[in-house]
């Protein structure tokens, strides 16, 4: 790439999101926003490697996108209130506002909020974000939600005109409709956030969730949920560049190298934890997160705390993979025996069947009572049941390792 084309790929990183914000929110037309931000992006392609990258591209993208908002409006004769509005954009300086200040925050989180409106199905909010937040290339969603292309643009055309045809505000709710609205969007942004945290994930997908989680935690300041989903995202990111080896290979909690963990994220993770309250699903978990952060080595790692604040969640939000995390923890807590008796309780009635983890820990957990060749052979299975290439090779090292030691 040239340095002008880096120039736009880096500008419309940065600046996508926040320009078709803007023009949604002046326009309530989200096609038309997207694609002025788009024709702008194309038309710096044009002219920046003959022109020159400008002093400002976020500003230029904007202008460009604006205008050319202001041109399709006028031939189509749109309402005089639309281009008295946008006149006034015409008008702001267009320098990019300093981050934080209140009209990009309020744009940001008017768009979060209508894409995660209930009327939408989660996958489709999902989408949506992931599309007009986060600024992700339609081929790129598809292929992170497991659908083609073709199949992804319809979804969120339905998505679009389902905002269009049901009247959905494009605001930020107030009062009670703001307490039935978060819960959905700190569903998706988890959502978000473990695409990119997955094994073979796309690590923007978990940048972006922690970026819309710091709006959110600035618009809900005395949130426990907020601060506690936005604490569990620090902790788990704060393990990213140790996560894998020279070789590319999953390297699991108790062989990573904790000099290479971000100690700042831990750092402001617990801060923001300080402000959770202990009850709530996100802040339990973040909990936990924080004990497996804070642990100095794995050998010291407070297993039975966590099993605690696992019982807590198991509570507050059953669901066969905590009960399945649960046993994990009490195994390592209270010895194998205990972790499988709850394991099995967790499976009862096939309701983790198919699911590779579940084997996986029902093979660490029978290794660590002594039955490698069985350890072997569960972990065989549970590589044969993943689709993920990086997980199948960790769980692949993990049996020829057993089998080697036997």
Request: net charge neutral; aromatic share 6%.
């Amino acid at each position: 790439m040239t340095e002008a084309s880096r120039a736009v790929a880096a500008a419309g990183r940065e600046s996508f999101p926040r320009i078709v914000a803007a023009l949604i929110r002046v326009t309530g037309d989200w096609t038309l926003a997207e694609d002025c931000a788009q024709e702008a992006l194309a038309l710096a392609l044009e002219r920046w490697p003959r022109d020159g990258v400008p002093g400002n591209p976020g500003g230029w993208l904007m202008t460009v996108a604006r205008n050319r908002a202001v041109d399709v409006l006028r031939r189509a004769d749109t309402e005089q209130r639309k281009l008295r509005e946008l006149a006034l954009l015409a008008e702001q300086e267009v320098a990019p506002p300093p981050a934080g200040e209140e009209d990009v925050v309020d744009d940001r989180l008017r768009l979060i909020f209508t894409c995660c409106h209930p009327a939408l199905a989660m996958e489709a909010r999902v989408a949506l974000t992931l599309r007009t937040v986060c600024g992700v290339a339609t081929v790129d969603i598809a292929r992170a939600l497991l659908v083609s292309e073709s199949t992804m643009t319809r979804r969120l055309t339905r998505a679009k005109a389902r905002i269009a045809q049901a009247g959905i505000p494009y605001r930020v709710p107030s009062g009670p409709a703001l307490a039935e609205r978060l819960p959905g969007v700190l569903a998706v942004l988890y959502l978000l956030f473990t695409r990119g945290y997955d094994a073979d994930g796309e690590p923007a997908f978990a940048d972006e969730a922690i970026r819309l989680a710091r709006l959110v935690d600035g618009l809900l300041p005395g949130h426990p949920e907020v601060a506690g989903l936005l604490a569990l995202f620090l902790f788990q990111h704060s393990r990213r560049s140790a996560r894998r080896d020279a070789a590319g290979n999953l390297l699991t909690l108790d062989r990573q190298d904790r000099s290479r963990w971000d100690h700042a994220a831990v750092a402001e993770g617990l801060d923001v934890l300080r402000r959770a309250g202990e009850d709530g699903p996100y802040a339990l978990q973040a909990r936990i997160a924080a004990c497996h952060a804070t642990a100095r080595s794995s050998a010291e790692t407070d297993w039975p705390a966590i099993a605690g604040w696992y019982d807590r969640l198991a509570q507050r939000s059953a669901s066969p993979v905590v009960e399945l995390n649960r046993a994990v923890a009490h195994g390592f807590a209270y010895g194998p025996a205990t972790g499988l008796a709850l394991l099995a309780g967790a499976r009862a009635g096939g309701k983790l069947d198919g699911y590779p983890p579940a084997l996986a820990a029902e093979a660490e957990l029978t290794a660590r009572q002594g039955d490698r060749v069985r350890a072997v052979r569960l972990f065989r299975a549970a590589a044969a049941m993943t689709d993920a290439p990086a997980e199948r090779r960790a769980l692949t090292d993990r049996a020829d390792e057993l089998a080697l030691d036997r």
